[in-house]
T-cell receptor
Framework: DSGVTQTPKHLITATGQRVTLRCSPR?????VYWYQQSLDQGLQFLIQ???????AKGNILERFSAQQFPDLHSELNLSSLELGDSALYFCASSITAGAGGYTFGSGTRLTVV | GESVGLHLPTLSVQEGDNSIINCAYS??????FIWYKQESGKGPQFIID?????DKRQGQRVTVLLNKTVKHLSLQIAATQPGDSAVYFC?????????????FGTGTKLQVIP
């Protein structure tokens, strides 16, 4: 157990639907990062939050949004889902907003049918 | 633009041999590099890191080498074991848009042959 908790582990939904992925960072970590990993692909950075505020944005689609709550957990909202959104979504956390090793959760596998 | 890539997508190694996984990066301003291991069905796991003011760092059975002249990073695994079978990602940390940003490579799959 890495200390980063992601729920749900698996999610199957239809095209056009909206889902919410949840992440609880490791205790003491203030930064949360969201990554998308498609089949046989690397990790694509989506967005970062630090202590409740958006810190950096990567290749995140407009259909996707995220937020970090006062208790530091984060949610990634994916809407108007398309087949191509099927992927593993990872959350990672770190103590600071900058350099350092990340601690990853075990991911949420999203399948859009 | 910034990019991190890997020379070999798949590496097959005999059990007991040493493995070398390579990575090229393009952002000369990157100051910190990390190797992650991702086993099937799991999230990436931190293995070892190195700062840009170093050229070598050793851990338990793993060594990371950094050559800033050619912007090359490598991960050496000694006496490779079946449990080392996984996808290995290199990542670089550098400035982007005023913030520190970590960019991951596409990954190299290490297959250990018993």
């Amino acid at each position: 157990d890495s200390g980063v908790t992601q729920t749900p582990k698996h999610l199957i939904t239809a095209t056009g639907q909206r889902v919410t992925l949840r992440c609880s960072p490791r205790s003491g970590d203030l930064s949360v990062y969201w990554y998308q990993q498609s089949l046989d692909q690397g990790l694509q950075f989506l967005i970062q939050y630090y202590n409740g505020e958006e810190r950096a944005k990567g290749n995140i689609l407009e259909r996707f949004s995220a937020q970090q709550f006062p208790d530091l957990h984060s949610e990634l909202n994916l809407s108007s889902l398309e087949l191509g959104d099927s992927a593993l979504y990872f959350c990672a956390s770190s103590i600071t907003a900058g350099a350092g090793g990340y601690t990853f959760g075990s991911g949420t596998r999203l399948t859009v049918v | 633009g910034e990019s991190v890539g890997l020379h070999l997508p798949t590496l097959s190694v005999q059990e007991g041999d040493n493995s070398i996984i390579n990575c090229a990066y393009s952002n000369s301003a990157s100051d910190y590099f990390i190797w992650y291991k991702q086993e099937s069905g799991k999230g990436p796991q931190f293995i070892i890191d190195i700062r840009s003011n170093m050229d070598k760092r050793q851990g338990q059975r793993v060594t990371v080498l950094l050559n800033k002249t050619v912007k090359h990073l490598s991960l050496q695994i000694a006496a490779t074991q079946p449990g080392d079978s996984a996808v290995y990602f290199c990542a670089e940390n550098g400035q982007s848009g005023g913030y520190q940003k970590v960019t991951f490579g596409t990954g190299t799959k290490l297959q250990v042959i018993p």
